[in-house]
C-alpha cells in the first residue's frame, strides 16, 4: 500500500508540474549561462568534468524549485492532513513526490549536453561513461539532498526569501564547477559531507572509492529525508500544525 502511495505520488507530480515552464528553464538555462562564462576562461571544447557538472548545476537548480512547487501545491491543496490520519502517514507521499521531482530534473542531463554539443562541440575521447554514470548519480544525490529543504518548506510557513543563496552554497560545495581543493579552506571540510562533491571527484579522474562514499552519503541523506518526515508528524500532532499554505 505505501508503495502504491508513493507510486501514484510520484505519477501526480509529474502529471500535475511535469512540463512546468519554471523548473524546464532553470535546469537548463542557468547551466547554460555558467558554461558559457566558464568556456569563455577555459577555452577548448567539452570534455566529460564539465559536461558533468553542467548538468549536474541544471538537476541542483530544478530540484531547488521544484521541491518548492511541489510540496506547497500539496500544502494548498490542504491533502497532507487527510495523509496524516493515514495508517502509512506522510511518508509514502512525499517520498513519491520527490520521486517525481528527480525524475523531472533528469531533463537538466539532455538538455545542457544538447547546448554544450552545438556551442562547443566535444573533445576528442570524450569519456561517455564517466558523463553518464556522473550525472545519474549527480541526479539521486542531489535529490536526496535538496530533499530535506522539504522539512523546511511543510513545517514552517512560506517566506519568498527561504532559499535565496540555496543553490549557490550548494553548488561550489558539490564541486560541480571547481575541485575542492580549490574551494576556500572554511568550505573544505564540509563540501566533502556532500555526496555530489566525491562524485565530481571521481569523474575528474579520481579512484572509483569516491563513488562508494557518494552511495553511501546519498543513503545517510535519504535516511535523513525520512527521519524529518517522522519528525514532522510528530511535531504536527504535538503542537496541532495547520500542514495548510
Not at 538555462?29 to 568556456?39: D, G, K, M, T
Not at 536526496?144 to 540555496?166: A, D
Amino acid at each position: 500500500m505505501r508503495t502504491r502511495t508513493a507510486l501514484r505520488a510520484a505519477v501526480d507530480q509529474l502529471r500535475m508540474h511535469g512540463t512546468s515552464p519554471m523548473s524546464l528553464l532553470s535546469g537548463v538555462v542557468l547551466p547554460c549561462v555558467y558554461a558559457y562564462i566558464l568556456h569563455s576562461y577555459r577555452g577548448g571544447r567539452t570534455d566529460a568534468e564539465l559536461a558533468v557538472g553542467i548538468a549536474g548545476l541544471g538537476v541542483l537548480d530544478a530540484l531547488v524549485i521544484l521541491v518548492l512547487i511541489g510540496l506547497l501545491a500539496e500544502k494548498k491543496s490542504k491533502t497532507l492532513p487527510s495523509a496524516l490520519s493515514s495508517p502509512a502517514g506522510l511518508a509514502p507521499v512525499i517520498l513519491g513526490r520527490l520521486l517525481g521531482m528527480g525524475l523531472q530534473s533528469l531533463f537538466s542531463i539532455p538538455g545542457t549536453f544538447v547546448f554544450l554539443l552545438l556551442m562547443f562541440g566535444l573533445e576528442p575521447g570524450f569519456d561517455w561513461t564517466r558523463w553518464i554514470v556522473g550525472t545519474l548519480a549527480l541526479a539521486v544525490a542531489t535529490t536526496s539532498v535538496v530533499g530535506l529543504l522539504g522539512y523546511v518548506v511543510l513545517r514552517f510557513p512560506f517566506s519568498p526569501g527561504m532559499t535565496n543563496g540555496l543553490v549557490s552554497l550548494v553548488l561550489w560545495m558539490s564541486a560541480l564547477l571547481v575541485p575542492v581543493t580549490a574551494l576556500p579552506l572554511v568550505l573544505r571540510v564540509p563540501a566533502w559531507v556532500l555526496p555530489q562533491s566525491h562524485i565530481m571527484a571521481w569523474v575528474r579522474g579520481d579512484g572509483g572509492d569516491h563513488l562508494a562514499i557518494a552511495a553511501a552519503l546519498t543513503a545517510v541523506s535519504a535516511a535523513a529525508i525520512v527521519g524529518s518526515i517522522r519528525l514532522l508528524e510528530r511535531a504536527v500532532r504535538r503542537h496541532a500544525l495547520l500542514l495548510e499554505a
